[in-house]
């Protein structure tokens, strides 16, 4: 194995390992600490704490809410990771992940409470759990496949091919909360979807930036798209479940959303910004 191996090698390790240190911290929480400190790090809507606007995100109600932030988060993680690798830009990763845990567990919290206080006045809630910087990376994943496809095609190819993403998303809560399909809605879904497939098909037509077999380059990146899309899809249909009150647990779809689209533009500003 030769000095460049043995370095991509200890480099993927100290990125895994970084990914893996929250899953540890979650899990030692909610081992050491006993439910009245966890109790207090979460945060209570009827009185702002400070301090519980960024701890309330590394509590958790039981054992199962871990699990399931958890793993969302870890699935996240990895494919983001994957994706930066893929582009050749792994410090984009590492800024954009300190960044998600710095700052967005005080940004969930804040938006959550606007959100919740301006919409439901007489609700004081106690939110607590890593779904909402969860859901970040759900964002960054899909900042992630544009960049990969920008560096493969061009922004063209990645700007319909978001906003194809973004249209299905959208589609797939509605479908979720509303259930029936107008044809208004069918319609422009349809239309939104068609003139994004003309536009990536164009786009995809030019030259690509490798000399490799283009069909096998083209077969490769479906696949990830696909794979990343499905992804996306089950991300959004575990975030924003239709039944937000179940076995007395409310599931705070605010402060998924306002993950999900934190983690987007944080994404995209790291992305332009940050250089390896």
Known sequence: MGAASVDRYRTALRDLGLIGAVPALLVWIHVVFPPA????????????????????????????????????FVAAALVAYGLCVQVGHRRW???????????????????????IGLLYPGIEPVSRGFSGVG??????????????LNRLYDY??????????????????????????????????????????VGIHRGTTRKTMFSRPRSRLELVQLAQTVLVVVLL??????????????????TNVFAHAAGFLYGI?????????VRD
């Open 37 to 72: 400190i966890r109790t207090r790090m979460a945060f209570h809507h009827e009185s702002v704490d400070p301090v519980s606007l960024y701890t309330s995100a590394f509590v958790h109600l039981d054992l199962m809410h871990l699990l399931g932030n958890v793993a969302g």
């Open 93 to 115: 990763f590492r800024v954009t992940y300190a960044g998600y845990l710095l700052v967005l567990p005080v940004a969930v919290s804040l938006t959550s409470y606007a959100v």
């Open 135 to 148: 859901a970040a990376f759900a964002g960054f994943v899909f900042v992630a496949l544009l960049s990969a």
């Open 156 to 197: 063209r190819v990645a700007g319909y091919t978001g906003l194809a993403i973004w249209l299905l998303l959208l589609f797939e809560v509605y479908l979720i909360y509303v259930g029936d399909v107008t044809l208004p809605v069918g319609g422009l879904f349809a239309v939104g979807w068609g003139a994004c497939l």
């Open 233 to 250: 899809v089950s991300f959004v249909s575990v975030l924003f479940p239709p039944d937000i009150v179940e076995g007395g647990a409310v």
């Open 265 to 273: 533009g944080g994404a995209a500003v790291t992305g332009r910004y």
